[in-house]
């Protein structure tokens, strides 16, 4: 069994907000499947199809922590079992790129994760959102929506997610991180 997590705020205010593309990500994987995500659990909505378990926390993203851990214990899930979708403003807007472990680089939902599991070695799916000017917080730059001319970029990006998260499913990490990591 895998679990897929997206981390993301809840709420309509947040919806298309660049923060929520981990949420975005989810979403369209379980439209390719045929799911929805409306059961609630563990601070959560989640679906779970066959041997997979799709997770978006509803506890704002800088405890998603809270919603994360319960979810692996119940399930008696390892942390190679668990995939963690993010943004990061240190990739190019529409780069994707999944690593098997590493620190929250800070991003507040990592790092919660990281905290509560107590460890750090989980795979993770990165969706770059590009920096913020100069002038521009980066807190604001995150809870902004996404620019029209940013969204094909943004499209490609989601649809590469969900095709990367499929291929780890199917396939593991390193046929996914082989397949969907562009190189700098």
């Given at each position: ?24 990500a989810v979403d369209g994987l ?155």
């Amino acid at each position: 069994m895998k679990m897929i997590v997206g981390l993301g705020n809840p709420g309509p205010r947040y919806q298309y907000t660049r923060h929520n593309i981990g949420f975005m990500a989810v979403d369209g994987l379980a439209r390719r499947l045929d799911t929805e995500i409306k059961n609630i659990k563990f601070k959560s909505l989640y679906t779970k199809k066959g041997d997979l378990i799709l997770v978006k926390p509803q506890t704002f993203m800088n405890l998603s922590g809270e919603a994360v851990v319960p979810f692996l214990n119940y399930f008696k899930l390892e942390p190679q079992d668990l995939m963690v979708v993010y943004d990061d403003m240190d990739l190019p807007l529409g780069q994707i790129r999944i690593r098997p472990k590493g620190s929250g680089g800070g991003h507040n939902g990592m790092g919660s994760i990281i905290k509560l599991l107590g460890r750090d070695d989980f795979p993770r799916l990165r969706i770059g959102i590009g920096r913020p000017n100069p002038m521009q917080s980066s807190a604001d730059y995150v809870l902004r929506i996404f620019e029209k001319d940013e969204m094909p970029s943004v499209t490609e990006a989601l649809i590469k997610a969900v095709d990367a998260l499929e291929t780890w499913v199917n396939d593991g990490l390193d046929t996914a991180m082989n397949k969907y990591n562009q190189r700098a």
